[in-house]
């Protein structure tokens, strides 16, 4: 049974950074695609960083580039996405989602999904 569960958001002020988590299981990384996701109330929600274990690659979308860093730790099943520089755009419900197939960021081709954490970025 695939679990993924999300922690680490909160309020900070922009400039700041935070480091989400997403806590895995019933998968192996090396098959599987990680991808974090953002959520802004009345926006659609886009991808932003994904990892592919089998390819052993990272990707990050361009309005995040530079600030935000997605990694692993296999030892805990976990994958982290490291938030740099935040700004207020930058808040927003993120979530992890997984897959067997390739880094996307179309959301619909995720199966699997986190419960989402809240992010706010404001003085």
């Known amino acids: 049974q695939v679990q993924l569960v999300e922690s680490g958001g909160g309020l900070v002020q922009p400039g700041g950074s935070l480091r989400l988590s997403c806590a895995f299981s019933?998968?192996?990384?090396?098959?599987?695609?990680i991808g974090w996701f953002r959520q802004a109330p009345g926006k659609e929600r886009e991808g932003v960083s994904c990892?592919?274990?089998?390819?052993?690659?990272?990707y990050n979308v361009g309005s995040v580039k530079g600030r935000f860093t997605i990694s692993r730790d296999d030892a805990k099943n976990t994958v982290y996405l490291q938030m740099n520089s935040l700004q207020p755009e930058d808040t927003a419900v993120y979530y992890c989602?997984?897959?067997?197939?390739?880094?996307?960021?179309?959301?619909?081709?995720?199966?699997?999904w986190g419960q989402g954490t809240q992010v706010t970025v404001s003085s």
């Open positions: 990892i592919s274990g089998r390819y052993g690659r990272s």
């Open positions: 019933g998968f192996s990384l090396d098959y599987y695609v």
């Open positions: 989602a997984a897959d067997a197939g390739y880094c996307t960021w179309s959301s619909t081709l995720y199966n699997y």
